[in-house]
Each structure stands twice: as C-alpha cells, then as structure tokens.
C-alpha cells in the first residue's frame, strides 16, 4: 500500500500524472474506450440514418429525424460519460494508493450510485455554462431574427438596419464574452474537485459541490493551469489527426461525404480513448493533494495502513436488561435479627450483689 504520500507541487503532480497514465494506460484508456466506443456506433448510425432518408427522398423530414435521434443521442452519451468519468476517478485513487484496479472493478463501484454523480454534473453544468449558452443563444437568435445571412432580402447585401444591428450585437456579444468567461472559467475551478469528492467520500451532490469549494481554496490556479495543458495537448493531437478531414472540408466548402465523415470519427474514437482520462486523471491528483494539505490526509492514511486508526465507536443502542433470576428454589428471607435487649442504666453497674 502506498503510504509515502506528501504534498505535491504543481510539477509534481503533472509529472506524476504522466507516471500514472504511462502506467496504467490500459487500465485508463479502457475505462474511457466503453464511452469512446458507444459514441463511435452511434455517430456511425447518425451517418447511415441521413443517407437512408437521402435515398428514400426524405429530405424535408431529415432535419426533425436527425434532431430527435441526435438529442436522444446526446442524453445517451451524457449519461456514458458520467460513468466514464467516475469509474477513471475510482480508479485513479486505487492505483494511486497502492491498491489494484480493474476496468470492471471500476465499474461495478460507481454503478450503484451513478444517478448521482449525474445529477452532480447536471447541476455543475447548469451554473457553470448557463450564462455563456445564454450569450451565444441571444446573439445567434438575434441574427436569425433579423434575417441576417438569410436568403432573400438580406444575404450578402444586407440593408443599413441590418448591418447596425450586426454591429451593435457583435460589440456587445465581445464585450459581455470577457466577462462571462472569467465567470465561467472561476466557476469551473470552484467545483473542480466535486465528482473526486463524491466518488470517494460517497457524498450527496450539494456537500460534494461544498466540499469542492472548501477543498480547491489555494490550489484553483494551479487547477487551471492542468486543464489549460490537457486542453492545449487535446487540440494539438485532434488537429494533427484531423487535418485531412480540416482540408477537406475547406475545400469542400464545408462538405463532407459520409466515408471521410465515418473516418473522422474512427479518428475520434480513438483520440478520446487516448486523451479522455488525462484530466480526470490530473483532477483527482489533485484532490488528494489538498485533502494531505488542509487536512492532513497523509498521517490518516499512514495510519490506517498500520492498522492504528481506532475502531468507530458502535451505535448507541437501548442498555441491555440484566439476565433474570434462574428459577429454582424461592430466595430464602434473611434471618431475623435479635430484638435489641433494653439498654442498662449506668447506674446499675455499680450496684453490690445480693
């Protein structure tokens, strides 16, 4: 068992986050291929879904059929990426305290509770993307509104009302973008360590996004900079492995056929397996750092591998009777004591004999 823990500086914890990965890749990239490879069938048969209704000349009835499938598609995926995600977390914490871990082990452990890690992403995602889903929703909306880049009256040319109006939302769109982004990026560091939290401490959603905001104190910049590298590392690969399905559609004005589209998420797949489990990897790390640091998590864990952590104390229960009498002869009076005889007058002491 793993008994050498320690606070880690922001290197450390990268470096022996690439030890872990390196290590146990099969492990992590296993764990996260289930996700990768649900998402690779059924995007597969999205593909196939739009060039069936194209033979069948259903193409005024595509846009409803592919939005219904697409977002049951998503529900599907969200609920495979929470379990993803908290078994690479369970996992994470076995390896990285000596113990073993298995892909199904993983599994089995946050199965029995993974309607609340979903809520627990559920609610985070509300308050962390909310305002910037909103802000892109307003401006799009807007410009959908206004006919701008619509056929007809507009398009190209668009009339002086329109190009004012394209004006004013844009600078407003730029302007309020700064601040929701700063709002998003602090709330995101804030319940960072929420899903760690309550896949290792078993807790309900609202105490582990308490927890989180407790525990990331004083560790959310170094937070940041884990996720600005996994996220500079996950672009560099995605477009290094992507960038004949980049040409392609530039020279096809967006276009794709549905062979180079199936190859792009062949690609995918396997560039999620590979990247996936990096940053939960790194979050979780995290976590056990600054429970070592505030609270003193190594000497706890030091202790329970010696065995010297003391029992919990049982529940309190209703003081048990004392057993009955046996039943045998019937208990026996104590002997009478002798009448005290009358007490002698000190007189008489003294008095002669006859």
Same mark, same amino acid.
């Given at each position: ?65 592919? @939005? %219904?499938?697409? *977002? +049951?598609?998503? $529900?599907?995926?969200? &609920?495979?990426?929470? =379990?993803? !995600? ?94 929701? @982004? %700063?709002?998003? *990026? +602090?709330?995101? $560091?804030?319940?960072? &360590?929420?899903?760690? =939290?309550? !896949? ?155």
């Amino acid at each position: 068992m793993e008994t050498s823990l320690r606070p880690l500086t922001l290197g450390e914890i990268l470096d022996r986050t690439a030890q872990l990965y390196r290590s146990n890749f099969v492990l992590f990239a296993g764990i996260f291929a289930v996700y990768a490879g649900v998402a690779l069938v059924l995007n597969l048969l999205m593909i196939g879904l739009g060039e069936l209704l194209k033979v069948l000349h259903l193409t005024g009835s595509a846009v409803w059929i592919n @939005g %219904i499938a697409g *977002v +049951l598609e998503l $529900l599907f995926l969200f &609920l495979l990426f929470g =379990a993803s !995600v908290a078994a690479i977390s369970r996992a994470v914490a076995w390896v990285h305290l000596g113990q073993p871990a298995t892909i199904r082990g993983s599994y089995m452990d946050i199965l029995p509770r993974l309607g609340r890690f979903l809520w627990l992403m559920t609610i985070t995602a509300f308050v962390v993307w909310t305002p910037i889903v909103l802000l892109y929703g307003g401006y799009f909306g807007l410009m959908i509104f206004s006919g701008i880049g619509a056929q007809g009256g507009s398009g190209a040319h668009p009339t002086d009302k329109q190009t004012t109006i394209l004006i004013g939302a844009t600078g407003a769109f730029v302007l309020l973008l700064i601040p929701v @982004g %700063i709002y998003t *990026v +602090l709330m995101g $560091l804030r319940y960072a &360590l929420a899903l760690p =939290a309550c !896949v290792l401490e078993n807790l309900k959603a609202y105490k582990a996004l308490r927890r989180s905001v407790n525990l990331s104190k004083g560790s959310r910049g170094r937070i940041f900079v884990l996720g600005l590298l996994v996220g500079i590392i996950k672009i560099g690969l995605v477009l290094f492995a992507q960038i004949f399905v980049v040409v392609a559609a530039v020279k096809n004005h967006g276009q794709l056929g549905p062979g180079l589209t199936a190859i792009s998420q062949v690609i995918s797949f396997f560039t999620n397996s590979f990247l996936g489990p990096i940053y939960a990897t790194g979050i979780t790390l995290f976590y056990y750092d600054q429970r070592i640091r505030k609270e003193g998590y190594d000497i706890e864990w030091m202790m329970e591998a010696a065995g010297l952590t003391p029992p919990s104390p049982p529940a309190e229960t209703e003081p048990a009777e004392p057993p009955p009498a046996p039943a045998t002869e019937p208990p026996v009076d104590p002997p009478a004591l002798a009448e005290p005889t009358a007490p002698i007058e000190p007189a008489a002491l003294f008095e002669p004999e006859p």
